[in-house]
């Protein structure tokens, strides 16, 4: 296959050089090697890999896991992950599984299958459904509206509330809401691209709208009602967000 771009968040500095030394065999080139969430960020930011190869249990120097590592890249940069961990536990690997890896390979890892999995990841990622096309600001959605379907571009989607049996969706310079009868579980599964972030139990937002946070409540553009922040989500929003935060 054609060479491809690779970033390694792996902050075990042997492991490092051995996966790079694996990647390069095969003929890919490594972008960065970053052991920290923040190196990470600045690397796909800088040059965006084809795919980025992450240690889940990233050491103290990181404010951040790989798998919340891996919720923020996605958020910046569409690629696969592929997570490397010594740790196989169940609720590792299910949350793990929340992230939509490609791969999730234990620790030490064999080369020859690094490699394969390297190339079936990204064969994967470029054909399946959801990246038929380059980006979420340019998909488009049906929706049951009036007897008939009725087209929509997903990125002008603010967010998604559950009302009893119907799903209310808030769209862009629309004051009135389009009503969908289904459950906000099944209509979720429309919108699978990391910045459609599922709030609560009864929200689904998208992050690219995310105009201001204050306290516990979060505005939208051209949106004038405030969106309550549930207690028990708002450390978890918190980490999908880029935050400056001062001394």
């Not at 054909?127 to 929509?152: F, M, Q, T, W």
């Not at 809401?177 to 429309?190: D, F, M, R, V, W």
């Amino acid at each position: 296959m054609d060479s491809l771009k690779i970033l390694i968040v792996e902050d075990e500095v042997i492991t490092a050089i051995d996966l790079r030394e694996t990647l390069l065999d095969a003929g890919h080139k490594v972008t960065a090697i970053a052991r920290t969430f923040d190196q990470a960020l600045m690397a796909v930011k800088t040059n965006p890999p084809d795919l980025a190869l992450i240690d889940i249990n990233l050491g103290e120097e990181s404010i951040a896991n790989g798998i919340t590592t891996a919720r923020e890249l996605l958020i910046h940069h569409r690629m696969p992950i592929i997570y490397l961990t010594a740790n196989s536990d169940l609720q590792t690997f299910q949350a793990a599984k929340e992230t939509l890896p490609a791969a999730y390979l234990l620790k030490p890892f064999r080369h020859d299958e690094l490699k394969l999995q390297v190339e079936l990841a990204y064969y994967y990622f470029q054909y399946s459904p959801r990246n038929a096309v380059d980006s979420s600001n340019s998909r488009s959605l049906y929706l049951p509206i009036d007897k008939g379907h009725e087209k929509i571009a997903m990125n002008d989607v603010l967010y998604l509330q559950a009302d009893g049996s119907y799903v209310k969706i808030f769209m862009l310079k629309k004051e009135a809401p389009h009503h969908i009868s289904t459950n906000l579980s099944h209509l979720a599964q429309y919108f699978p691209t990391p910045n459609f972030y599922r709030l609560s139990r009864s929200l689904l937002i998208n992050l690219d709208h995310l105009e201001r946070l204050e306290n516990n409540y979060l505005f939208l553009i051209n949106h004038k009602t405030a969106i309550q922040i549930p207690s028990a989500s708002r450390k978890e929003l918190m980490k999908r967000l880029t935050v400056v935060r001062t001394k």
